[in-house]
C-alpha cells in the first residue's frame, strides 16, 4: 500500500551531522505514523523516533534524545530525520516504517550511517 525510499546516509566525523530522508509513494501519507529504527552490525533492530501523522507528538529513544530530531512534510510525502552531534555508535543501518495501526509492517530499504572516530 505504501513504498518508502530512504537517503541522506554517508559517512561523517565524530560530531558531525546528517539529515536521513524517507519518502513514501501514493497518497493519504498523512494517516501514516512514522517511525526511524536502527540496527548496527551484531545487534537488535532498535527503535529511535516516532511521529504522529500529523506531526506532532515526537517520541524519542533515551539514547537520542535531545540530538535527533524527527519532522515531516506531508504535502512531500517525506518523513526526515535529523541527527546532530554523531558518535561512532550511532554508526548503523537506519530504518524508516510505516503504519496505520500499531504494528510497522511498511519499511524502507535502509540508509547506511558510519560515524568515524
Known amino acids: 500500500q505504501v513504498e518508502l525510499v530512504e537517503s541522506g546516509g554517508g559517512l561523517v566525523q565524530t560530531g558531525g551531522s546528517l539529515r536521513l530522508s524517507c519518502t513514501a509513494s501514493?497518497?493519504?501519507?498523512?494517516?501514516?505514523?512514522m517511525c526511524w529504527f536502527r540496527q548496527a552490525p551484531g545487534k537488535e533492530r532498535e527503535f529511535v523516533a516516532h511521529?504522529?501523522?500529523?506531526?506532532?507528538?515526537?517520541d524519542y529513544a533515551d539514547s537520542v534524545r535531545g540530538r535527533f530530531a524527527i519532522s515531516r512534510d506531508n504535502a512531500k510525502n517525506t518523513v526526515y530525520l535529523q541527527m546532530n552531534s554523531l558518535k561512532p555508535e550511532s554508526t548503523a543501518d537506519y530504518y524508516c516504517?510505516?503504519?496505520?495501526?500499531?504494528?510497522?509492517?511498511?519499511w524502507g530499504q535502509g540508509a547506511q550511517v558510519t560515524v568515524s572516530s
Open positions: 516504517a510505516a503504519t496505520t495501526s500499531r504494528i510497522y509492517n511498511y
Open positions: 511521529i504522529s501523522g500529523t506531526g506532532g507528538l515526537p
Open positions: 501514493g497518497r493519504a501519507f498523512s494517516a501514516y505514523k
